[in-house]
Nanobody, 123 residues
Framework: EVQLVESGGGLVQPGGSLRLSCAAS????????MSWVRQAPGKGLEWVSA????????YYADSVKGRFTISRDNAKNTLYLQLNSLKTEDTAMYYC????????????????WGQGTQVTVSS
């Protein structure tokens, strides 16, 4: 059974930092690209970042480029998202998502999602 479990969210002041984690199980983690997707209150899903299966290629939405860093540890089956210079508009539920096909390339398609971790940026 595929499981994706996010953690690391919380309440942080503008300009602060957080590190999100996504623990994966039930599939060969190192064979799949992974993404972070967020949903702000009252809004639709917004793709944030993706990383290829080996970790050598990363992709970012313009809204987070230069502030967020995606990474993965295939030995630990864990995906990360480092959030720096946080803004109030980064407030959202953050989900990790597994790509549909092994060794996939953009555009991404997802067949599994985690339950999400809430990030709230407020003074």
């Amino acid at each position: 059974e595929v499981q994706l479990v996010e953690s690391g969210g919380g309440l942080v002041q503008p300009g602060g930092s957080l590190r999100l984690s996504c623990a994966a199980s039930g599939f060969t983690f190192s064979s799949y690209a992974m993404s972070w997707v967020r949903q702000a209150p009252g809004k639709g899903l917004e793709w944030v970042s993706a990383i290829n299966s080996g970790g050598g290629s990363t992709y970012y939405a313009d809204s987070v480029k230069g502030r967020f860093t995606i990474s993965r540890d295939n030995a630990k089956n864990t995906l990360y998202l480092q959030l720096n210079s946080l803004k109030t508009e980064d407030t959202a539920m953050y989900y990790c998502a597994k790509d549909l096909a092994p060794y996939g390339l953009p555009p991404w398609e997802y067949n599994y999602w985690g339950q999400g971790t809430q990030v709230t940026v407020s003074s």
